[in-house]
């Protein structure tokens, strides 16, 4: 869901370190509002002094942010949980962990670790506003930098998922009932109905408080929330799908096949200008050999359609080509995925039985979804 654009900044132990691009937008807003909390406070300091001041505070809180992920990561990679990255967004981080080498345990221990991180760093910067004293610069900016990581502790402790609150609440069902794609609807509904309801209370504050600014960050706060726990209850009905579904479910039937010998010109007239195909299996003898695909044949130059034989320009049917009937979807994305042909043959010994394409695989997921058919009724 996050991190598709976001930009790499190192890594660290093993795990890449990224930051989406709406961070830079929070980034700056935080600045922003540090300055202006500053300026109205102290403005015998001088405007300059002040924006580097506050410049430093949102760096402080951009490594509060990090040492929270950080947490999490580090926890996780204890547990021998793999760690692929993490990432900085709009309202916190995300850390993306193997799900297939995690216990319920594990995700609590991991989930947990985060708030934690932020509640002790509260405690620290605390500790700091008493030792500067109050009414000085340091003990201002210290007691503030302990209020965001004190909210950063409490909001990531929603039980919402995907807020480490939500995880804690589904690893707790997950051990319970040993069925974590239950335990993650439960913890994505929850996730949805607090988004849903920090959308209502911003509605109420700008309603009845007139508080435009404030409510709406409410909104945009609760809204990507609901948003989040959506996508991810989907994401892992969409991962479970792909595990366990074969892929002879999924298979166009009826495949027409083409003899090796016929020449181009007839394979156009009579396949594919008369079938809704836009690629044939290709036959010699009893043996299915070879992938004829429409793009194949627009390389090839019109006056030699009527010389050059199918076999000449198919691909031949090599093990990237190839599935089993019982082999599952996540084999078949791999494979769609990995090679250029954006099809595979679904075949047993040389006899092909289907053809699967992105497009069929992805009205077959649509279908899925709108006949609510994602979870077994058991579950
Ligand atoms: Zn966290």
Redesign the pocket.
């Known amino acids: 869901m996050f991190g598709r654009n976001a930009w790499s900044i190192g890594r660290l132990g093993g795990v890449e370190l990224k930051i989406d691009p709406s961070w830079s937008f929070i980034a700056f807003l935080i600045g922003y509002s540090f300055f202006v909390v500053l300026d109205f406070r102290f403005d015998a300091i001088g405007t300059g002094v002040l924006i580097g001041l506050a410049g430093l505070m949102a760096l402080a809180f951009f490594f509060c942010v990090l040492l929270?992920?950080l947490?999490?990561a580090w926890v996780a990679q204890t547990r021998d949980v793999e760690v692929e990255s993490i990432t900085l967004f709009l309202f916190?981080?995300?850390?993306k962990a193997d799900l297939e080498t995690e216990e319920p345990n594990d995700e609590l221990t991991i989930?947990i670790v985060?708030?934690v991180t932020?509640l002790v760093l509260a405690g620290l910067f605390w500790l700091g506003a008493v030792g500067f004293g109050s009414g000085t610069v340091g003990g201002f900016v210290s007691g503030r930098l302990g209020w965001i990581n004190l909210i950063l502790a409490v909001f990531?402790l929603v039980p919402g998922f995907p807020?480490?609150g939500g995880?804690v609440l589904r690893s707790i069902i997950w051990k319970q009932t040993g069925n974590i794609a239950r335990a993650t609807r439960i913890a994505a509904r929850a996730g949805q109905v607090v988004g849903f309801s920090i959308i209502a209370l911003g509605a109420l504050e700008i309603l009845l408080l007139g508080a435009l600014i404030g409510g709406l960050w409410m909104v945009a706060i609760g809204w990507f929330l609901a948003q989040a726990a959506q996508a991810s209850f989907l994401q892992l009905q969409f991962r479970q799908i792909l595990a366990e579904v074969p892929a002879s479910r999924v298979m166009s039937n009826g495949v027409v096949e083409i003899a090796g010998d016929v020449t181009i010109q007839r394979a156009v007239d009579e396949y594919f200008m008369k079938h809704d195909h836009n690629a044939f299996p290709v036959r010699d003898g009893d043996q299915t050999v070879a992938l004829l695909t429409l793009n194949a044949v627009r390389e090839t130059p019109r006056e030699q359609w009527s010389t050059t034989r199918v076999s000449e320009i198919a691909e031949p049917l090599s093990d990237s080509l190839i599935v089993a009937p019982s082999d599952h979807l996540d084999e078949v994305v791999g494979k769609l995925m990995g090679g250029d042909l954006r099809r595979v043959v679904v075949a047993t010994d040389g006899e092909v039985s289907g053809v699967i394409t992105p497009r069929d695989l992805s009205r077959w997921m649509q279908r899925t979804q709108e006949l609510g058919l994602t979870e077994s009724p058991a579950s």
């Open positions: 929270h992920e947490a999490h916190g981080g995300a850390t989930a985060g708030p932020s990531n807020l480490d995880r």
